[in-house]
């Protein structure tokens, strides 16, 4: 056989043996009435019967023996060896001891003890080592059912006969959150003072130490006093508690605080503000201080903040427009009325700015801001515009957008001075005129645009015209300043030709006198010779004249002298007749003359 497999067998054997001994040790301990308790558990002894002796029996109700009484015994056996306790006689049991972890409690209920009192549902604390000595916590008084104390973290040796032990975790309330508590044990609250909720009550280490809660009179139901962040170790049987976020006063804003607790306080407002009462801190009522932006730790169900703006609010009278606020939520568009009897509708924005210490005294008169914009500011307002809107028809009421802006920011802010509210402006928006009368202004407003559009496209042709116009000169441009070249060429040979003409002219007039006065001195000296010819001839043909016609003799001689000087005696035309139709040689020469052909035929004449 395998060597290792005989050595499993025999530390095999050796443990059964072992085990066999121990078994059959404690059995033989008990038979001699010895006990053994390990270190982790309690020893709870219940007596068989009593054989003599007064207490022999448990009285009525009872169910732990303080006194040696068959039953179960309030004293518990202590880890270690116990003598004297034989088997006929007592049952011994062990129970772990009850451990609680980090961060949790141990709700008790006892099951043996006195009555609870009257009024009350939680068993008073008594002196009893946290549970763990029954014979104390009933020779003291205890009493039967849910206790009031409850056992922090730990290990405890507990009578589980006597004691149930629920473990419970204990509250924890995080940061910027505050624990709301309600208890159940306590005075009852006064109704004859109207308080909703307990006072603070001193010593009870925030609701952990219950009985000193209740020996201090503290009021059963909701309590004025809040948990701050932490952990609490509170019977939960005891004080229920509701973890709540802490209250918040955002950046432009504060708080109104109204308290439904505290002591009745005077008015603080004086004479003049007769629209409510303002209390300082602590009392009942609106306080006259607010709370500046921050974290609060208020109880909200004994103490309501009304958030007042203090940046300017805008307030819209347009339908299905709001702020972030919301308070203009329920506020639509104004219908109004106008002079001429046309209904339409206008969209008017408010803007409104509440002091700081005013904001008390408009909490106190109309107990929020929603109150406010639905008793003052939208009545005033569309009052205000319905009325305006009466006064004029609509066009002059959309002529004169501008002044009745400015009128109603003057009336509004007069009128809302009065409830400690400041009108910083009154802003007139969409303007919905009635749509006959609207297609009727558009029509209107169309045909004078088209009138101004027709007028901007005559400029245009006009311009248009123009530039054509300077294009065209432009294009001619060369050719104008080549003619114009031409004509200045032109008129300059023309000058110079006239001064030319104007020169040989002069030249002819200059050697014409010349010649004139050659001619005259020569007809001068001729007409002297002449004159002595003539002188001469004349007395001759006076001689001979005597003897012919006078009237001939005439005629011979001017013939004679107009044949010496070359002149062409019959004409190509003869007016009034030929020569051979017997007309006179006068005649002829007289023709001659009207033809313009009696010509100079001298040779001077002729050069």
């Known amino acids: 056989m395998d060597l ?50 007064a207490n022999k029996t448990l009285p009525d109700g009872r169910i ?106 204990a509250i924890e309330i995080p940061a910027d959150r505050i624990g709301i508590v309600e208890t159940m044990e306590g005075v009852s609250l006064t109704t004859v003072s109207g308080d909703i909720a307990g006072p603070v009550i001193e010593g009870h280490n925030s609701f952990q130490d219950a009985q000193a809660f209740v020996d201090h009179r503290g009021s059963k139901g909701l309590q004025e006093e809040v948990l701050l962040p932490g952990r609490y170790f509170i019977n939960p049987k005891f004080a229920q508690v509701e973890v709540v976020d802490m209250t918040v006063v955002p950046i432009a804003q504060v708080g109104v605080v109204i308290s439904y607790v505290g002591s009745r306080g005077e008015d603080v407002t004086g004479a003049a503000f007769k629209h409510g009462n303002m209390v300082i ?10 709370l500046d932006p921050g974290k609060y730790p208020i109880n909200h169900r004994t103490t309501k903040i009304e958030l007042v703006p203090t940046a300017n609010v805008v307030l819209n009278w347009a339908t299905g427009k709001t702020e972030a606020h919301k308070l203009d939520e329920r506020l639509s568009s104004i219908t109004v009325r106008s002079q001429d009897g046309f209904t339409f509708n206008l969209d008017v924005s408010q803007i409104i700015h509440i002091p700081r210490n005013a904001a008390p005294k408009v909490i106190a008169r ?149 010649d004139a006065r050659v001619l005259l001195m020569i007809g001068e000296a001729e007409g002297k010779k002449i004159t002595a010819v003539g002188s001469a001839e004349a007395e001759v043909l006076k001689r001979k004249g005597e003897a012919i016609n006078p009237g001939n003799y005439a005629t011979i001689e001017v013939a004679k002298a107009l044949a010496s000087s070359g002149v062409k005696l019959v004409p190509d035309i003869v007016a009034g007749g030929t020569a051979g139709n017997g007309g006179s040689l006068v005649d002829v020469l007289l023709a001659q003359l009207i033809t313009g052909k009696l010509v100079d035929r001298t040779p001077e004449a002729r050069k």
């Not at 015994?73 to 451990?99: C, I, K, S």
């Not at 042709?461 to 065209?472: C, M, N, P, T």
């Open 4 to 53: 290792d497999l005989v050595r499993l067998i025999g530390w095999g054997a050796v443990g059964l043996l072992v085990l066999i001994v121990l078994v059959a040790y404690k059995k033989v301990l008990r038979l001699i009435g010895i006990f053994i308790v390990p270190e982790d558990s309690v020893g709870i002894v219940t007596k068989k019967f009593v054989l003599v002796g």
């Open 64 to 169: 732990i023996a303080l006194k040696g009484e068959a039953g179960i015994q309030a004293d518990t056996l202590a880890p270690g060896l116990h003598w004297w306790l034989w088997p006929w006689q007592y049952a011994t049991t062990l129970q772990r001891f009850a451990v609680l972890p980090e961060g949790s409690i141990g709700i008790v209920e006892a099951r043996d003890g006195a009555p609870i009192g009257v009024g009350r549902v939680l068993g008073k604390r008594v002196s009893s080592d946290s549970f763990q000595n029954a014979r104390a916590f009933l020779s003291n008084g205890g009493e039967r059912g849910p206790q009031l104390a409850v056992i922090p973290p730990g290990s405890y040796r507990i009578n589980t006969a006597l004691f149930t032990i629920r473990p419970c975790p």
């Open 281 to 290: 801190k602590g009392q009942r009522g609106v306080w006259v201080e607010p």
């Open 366 to 514: 109309f107990g929020s801001m929603a109150n406010l914009v639905t008793q003052v500011l939208e009545p005033t307002i569309g009052n205000y515009f319905r009325n305006a809107a009466q006064k004029s028809d609509v066009i002059d009421f959309l002529k004169e957008r501008v002044n009745r802006q400015s009128e109603a920011r003057q009336a509004i802010t007069a009128a809302l001075t009065e409830y400690d509210v400041g009108a910083v402006d009154t802003l007139i928006g969409d303007i919905v005129p009635p749509e006959a009368l609207m297609k009727t202004l558009t029509d209107r407003k169309l045909a004078e645009q088209e009138r101004v559009t027709y007028a901007t496209q005559k400029q245009a042709q006009e311009v248009r015209k123009e530039l054509a116009q300077a294009q065209a000169q432009a294009d001619t441009q060369p050719s104008v300043v080549n003619a114009e070249r031409q004509v200045e060429i032109a008129t300059f040979d023309a000058q110079t030709r006239i001064r030319k003409a104007e020169g040989e002219a002069k030249s002819k007039q200059i050697n014409a006198e010349v």
